[in-house]
């Protein structure tokens, strides 16, 4: 399918099968749907990984069986297009960046393949295989035709800031320590990485490893953005400890946004994204331990949610918040899917892709970070162009940084 065109932006689906190894006889299809400027001349891009599952087709294999005989552009995993709940395209046009939302499949059991709940760091590493895919081959299937990578290609650099929400925020988090920390978290957790790309037919055909792309064309992480993270200690996985311990020491900007009524992000991922008790062991506090030059920033949205981010109404993801799963708030209209919790995101995205100088990462120091117009921007009651409040933390402030 040729790209749609809406005014300066194109949209394009790309799929590709995934082996995590040569050696790993494991394969994930991956889907993409990607926004770019119609001048093929991106500065950045932004990754966003999907945070809920999207269910089980119990016809899943079959299907893609006869897709690989008889069509090579069938509809995405379960028909689901994760651009459609997390919509914040808005946000990129201003600095002419890229925007693009990936889902894959895992099999968690024998027989019935389905998104992963959390826990698992394959998926962080699908969403950077995905971002060097972008960045490398741009928004086409076809990366053994040279001549139409070509056409397709619009990334002025590689520049990524990996985003997710939910359990696709903690799988952002792996993404963001970049290929090297990748491969060598890899390699001690039993996780190894150095993918190679498959073609969707039955005669495949294939890519060389990444280690070998060089780095030019790897997503090269600028930025981290966590909208209520949820991890989960799953024992065949892992969780995800090992990459915010790593988080720790890299210098990019790294916030995490948490809801003040999100029972998923802040009682049952394991562990809390954010306590306010610092005996607590959470995400962030693994990203930021005390005294460290940790570069992770944390907000809370007053009345949020689990899914008011979303820029469609998901019944699955509504459950977290229902009254029968969540005790926290009662009595409180905590927001709601495409309200102003949404509007918040989408100019939370705008303002932090502000922070970065055309073609380039961030220009600064972890002080320049603190002190930047996007920390000094959210570091309010309600910020501005907003309709929402955050909760101040006990130092008074609406930011909170080790």
């Not at 950045?44 to 269910?55: N, P, R």
């Not at 780095?215 to 969780?239: C, I, T, W, Y």
């Not at 900007?253 to 049952?268: K, R, Y």
């Not at 603190?370 to 609406?398: A, R």
């Amino acid at each position: 399918m040729e790209p749609i065109i809406i005014n300066d932006y194109c949209f394009k689906r790309v799929y590709f099968w995934m082996q995590y190894t040569p050696e790993d006889l494991n394969f994930t299809e991956i889907a993409i749907d990607v926004y770019y400027p119609k001048d093929r001349k991106a500065n950045g891009l932004v990754m966003f990984s999907h945070g809920f599952m999207i269910g089980p087709d119990l016809l899943y294999l079959p299907k893609r069986l006869l897709a690989g005989i008889f069509n090579n552009e069938q509809a995405p995993l379960f028909g689901n297009y994760p651009s459609y709940f997390y919509n914040y395209t808005s946000a990129i046009v201003k600095n002419n960046w890229a925007m693009a939302f990936v889902t894959s499949t895992h099999k968690q059991n024998e027989f019935t393949p389905t998104t992963d709940f959390g826990g698992n760091p394959r998926v962080g590493q699908e969403a950077f295989m995905a971002a060097s895919y972008l960045a490398c081959f741009g928004a086409t299937s076809t990366f053994y035709n040279a001549s139409r990578s070509k056409q397709f290609q619009f990334m002025n650099s590689n520049n990524v800031i990996f985003a997710g929400h939910s359990v696709g925020g903690a799988h952002a988090q792996v993404a963001a320590t970049g290929f090297d920390n990748l491969q060598a978290i890899g390699e001690k957790t039993n996780k190894k990485f150095d993918p190679i790309v498959y073609d969707r037919v039955i005669f495949p055909r294939y890519t060389e490893k990444l280690s070998t792309w060089g780095e030019a064309s790897r997503a090269n992480p600028v930025g981290l953005v966590q909208l209520s993270p949820v991890d989960m200690k799953n024992p065949l996985f892992g969780g995800m400890e090992a990459y915010r311990q790593k988080l720790a020491t890299i210098p990019i900007p790294n916030l995490m946004i948490v809801g003040q009524c999100d029972c998923a992000c802040l009682e049952t991922s394991q562990p809390p994204a954010w306590s306010a008790d610092s005996a607590v062991v959470t995400e962030y506090s693994q990203m930021a331990p005390a005294g460290s030059n940790s570069w992770a920033a944390v907000a809370n949205v007053e009345k949020g949610s689990h899914c008011g981010y979303l820029t469609a109404p998901s019944a699955l993801c509504s459950t977290a918040d229902s009254s029968s799963q969540c005790k926290s708030c009662p009595d409180t209209d905590k927001y709601k899917p495409v309200g102003k919790e949404t509007d918040f995101t989408a100019e939370l995205f705008k303002r932090f892709i502000d922070l970065y100088p055309a073609n380039s990462g961030f220009a600064g120091s972890r002080q320049d970070w603190v002190d930047s117009s996007f920390v000094k921007w959210l570091n309010n009651q309600s910020p501005s162009e907003t309709s929402i409040n955050l909760v101040p933390f006990s130092d008074g402030k609406y930011v909170y940084h080790v």
